[in-house]
């Protein structure tokens, strides 16, 4: 038995994915609902999207694992892509540079050409793609990029780079800017595996707790 189940293993393509693809027959009714729910949706207006294929590709594929869990995480993300209030040019740069600290490939394929055709300058995703600071940013792209960047490399946010946040954009701004670094980068989690070349990294919502605890900290 053990020979013929290797045997099978070795047979069955494999493309990387640690959890297949489902189709519609092999889902439960909860997993149908819940891809309902992302085909219903506004990614569904989205060309290339994930959500429009026979059989849903990542990062939906993950969440259909558990129905319940991934239609709260589907919904965040529909708040995310949608209707956050830093606009769709914005929003977008912020999803480059998170997927550039997470070497996500996936994630830039995705959202590059949003942002481009959002307005984002070629050259400055250009050198987010590079590792690198972009030069002739907007102002909000500066105040945009510094606060992201900040969070994901010191794992902290200075005053000033906070301030300027609040200043432009309130602070519903300041947490619209968190969802697109920290949960998104849980995605990338989903997305790659806990033993993909970077490893594993827990992120969830800790990135919201680092800022509000450093605010603490500098009122003290």
Same mark, same amino acid.
């Given at each position: 038995m053990a020979v013929l189940i290797s045997t099978a293993l070795a047979q069955a393509p494999f493309d990387g994915r640690r959890f297949p693809l489902l189709?519609?027959?092999?889902?439960?009714?909860?997993q149908k609902e819940l891809a309902?729910?992302?085909?219903?949706?506004?990614?569904?207006?989205?060309?290339?999207?994930?959500?429009n294929r026979a059989t849903l590709g990542s990062p939906f594929n993950v969440f259909l694992r558990s129905p319940e869990l991934g239609d709260h995480l589907q919904k965040m993300g529909t708040y995310i892509r949608f209707k956050s209030t830093m606009g769709a040019r914005l929003n977008e740069f912020a999803f480059l540079i998170t997927a550039c600290q997470w070497t996500s490939q996936y994630e830039w394929f995705a959202h590059h050409r949003l942002?481009?055709?959002?307005?984002?300058?070629?050259?400055?995703?250009?050198?987010?793609a590079e590792g690198k600071r972009p030069t002739g940013m907007k102002e909000d792209e500066e105040i945009v990029y510094?606060?992201?960047h900040e969070l994901h490399t010191?794992?902290?946010?200075? @005053? &000033?780079?906070?301030?300027? #946040?609040?200043?432009?954009?309130g602070e519903q701004g300041v947490m619209d800017l968190i969802a697109v670094n920290g949960p998104r980068a849980?995605?990338?989690?989903?997305?790659?595996?806990?033993?993909? @070349? &970077?490893?594993?990294?827990? #992120?969830?919502?800790?990135?919201?707790?680092v800022i509000l605890s450093h605010s603490r900290s500098n009122q003290a």
């Open positions: 189709s519609e027959s092999e889902m439960t009714a909860a309902n729910n992302i085909r219903s949706g506004p990614r569904a207006s989205v060309p290339g999207s994930a959500a942002a481009l055709q959002a307005g984002l300058s070629p050259e400055v995703g250009a050198a987010v510094n606060f992201c010191q794992k902290k946010v200075s @005053d &000033t780079s906070y301030k300027a #946040v609040v200043d432009k954009f849980g995605v990338h989690d989903a997305e790659r595996g806990p033993d993909a @070349d &970077t490893g594993w990294r827990s #992120v969830a919502f800790e990135k919201i707790e």
